[in-house]
């Protein structure tokens, strides 16, 4: 009777003991879960210009079929910055990602800024769950003639999508 009730106690004990270890191996854990989703604001963007400055290009690249960031200049130069210098987890980006392309040329008349950020949350099946964006100068979401922000999932009637698809082995992403 003593024994079998020394035995209870013993294994209560290793019980608590064992939901004890695992309770601290989570506070232990110092990476948060990642997020389902990242809603990016004006704020997302700020100083891009001191990430991780990932890939540089200049001149024609056929990809660009002459038209997109400048693509058609010989002396336009695309910086594409990665936010914390983000890389694929199994050939997909992290929900939060975010990159920037900055293309200009050195009179000034090509200075423009793309970006994508990886939502997540079935925000855009068809697209990797990725928004894409139009910056102004100053590294905000910049709007249209109508004043509203310049994203979306088929921002330019699809046209970032539907090129960055050429791109869909790498998650859309060309340059890295
Ligand atoms: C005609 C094809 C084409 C279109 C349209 C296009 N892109 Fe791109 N984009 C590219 C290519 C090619 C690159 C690779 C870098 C380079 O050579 O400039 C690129 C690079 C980028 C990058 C850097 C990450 C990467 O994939 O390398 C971002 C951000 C980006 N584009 C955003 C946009 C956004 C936003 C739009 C729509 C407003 C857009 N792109 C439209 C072809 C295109």
């Given at each position: 009777m003593l024994k079998n009730r020394f035995l209870l106690?013993?294994?209560?004990?290793?019980?608590?003991?064992?939901?004890?270890?695992s309770c601290s191996k989570d506070d232990d854990d110092d990476n948060p879960p990642?997020?389902?989703?990242?809603v990016a604001d004006d704020n997302s963007f700020a100083s891009f210009m001191n990430w991780s400055k990932d890939a540089t290009a200049?001149?024609?690249?056929?990809?660009?079929g002459g038209m997109a960031h400048g693509?058609?200049?010989e002396t336009v130069v695309r910086d594409v910055y990665f936010k914390d210098g983000q890389a694929p987890v199994n050939g997909?980006?992290?929900?939060?990602?975010?990159?920037?392309?900055?293309s200009k040329n050195p009179e000034g008349t090509v200075d423009e800024r793309t970006a994508m950020v990886k939502r997540g949350n079935d925000f855009n099946p068809e697209g990797?769950?990725?928004?894409?964006?139009?910056l102004a100068?100053?590294?905000?979401?910049?709007?249209?003639?109508?004043?509203?922000?310049m994203r979306g999932?088929?921002?330019?009637?699809?046209?970032?999508?539907?090129?960055?698809?050429a791109a869909k082995a790498k998650d859309y992403v060309f340059s890295k």
């Open positions: 106690l013993f294994s209560l004990l290793f019980a608590s003991s064992v939901i004890i270890t990642a997020p389902s989703e990242f200049q001149g024609a690249d056929p990809a660009l693509g058609n200049d997909i980006y992290p929900v939060g990602t975010i990159i920037v392309k900055h990797g769950d990725w928004e894409w964006f139009m100068p100053d590294g905000k979401i910049a709007k249209d003639e109508n004043g509203n922000a999932a088929k921002l330019m009637n699809g046209m970032c999508l539907q090129c960055h698809t």
